[in-house]
């Protein structure tokens, strides 16, 4: 699981598919109740991403993040190579169980900030509705550079297709 969030870390900035004026934006409706469908995506216990430090846990609310500096292993694979001069890479992910999930990618806190978030509405009892948008890419450092919204995009979609065991249901246009 940690080198799979390296590799999305990388793809957030390390290509220049697109622009990123508008958010990019799929969705997936099931039959199963918002909890299994989060539990099938994610795991509810953090063992999805084991290797990344828990910094907090309050309850249904938990941060993964992990940092790595200038001179760490790894870090050439992950920082933006428009940016030699980068010190740090912030990977982390932010998850509201079984709400949202939020993986975000940032360069010397914030300079350069990216992510991938995963929304989960529960429409009844036993549907539920999985989006995920691709942030815009903000910061202060960010000309010259924009997300590899291809990418990202196929990255949401194969975590979307882990719902393929559960029962899609068809929304009226």
Do not use: W
């Not at 938990?62 to 030699?84: H, M, N, S, T």
């Not at 890479?89 to 990216?114: F, N």
């Not at 194969?158 to 559960?166: I, V």
Request: one cysteine or more.
């Amino acid at each position: 699981m940690l080198r799979n969030l390296l590799l999305i870390g990388a793809a957030l900035l390390l290509g220049s598919c697109g622009r990123m004026a508008e958010l990019v934006s799929q969705t997936k409706t099931v039959a199963a109740p918002r909890e299994q469908v989060f539990k099938k995506m994610f795991g509810t216990d953090g063992s999805q991403f084991d290797g990344i430090p828990l910094v907090t846990n309050g309850g249904s609310t938990r941060l993964y993040e992990l940092v790595v500096q200038k001179g760490d292993p790894g870090f050439a694979q992950i920082a933006p190579k428009e940016r030699p001069d980068a010190t740090k890479v912030k990977l982390a992910v932010a998850m509201e169980i079984p709400r949202e999930t939020h993986i975000i990618y940032s360069v010397d806190d914030g300079a350069i900030q990216a992510g991938l978030k995963f929304s989960f509405e529960e429409l009844t009892p036993g549907q539920t509705r999985v989006s995920f948008t691709i942030d815009e890419l903000t910061g202060h450092d960010t000309a010259g550079l924009s997300v590899n919204t291809l990418k990202l995009h196929a990255l949401g979609r194969d975590a979307l297709n882990k719902l393929d065991d559960f029962e899609e249901v068809k929304e009226p246009a």
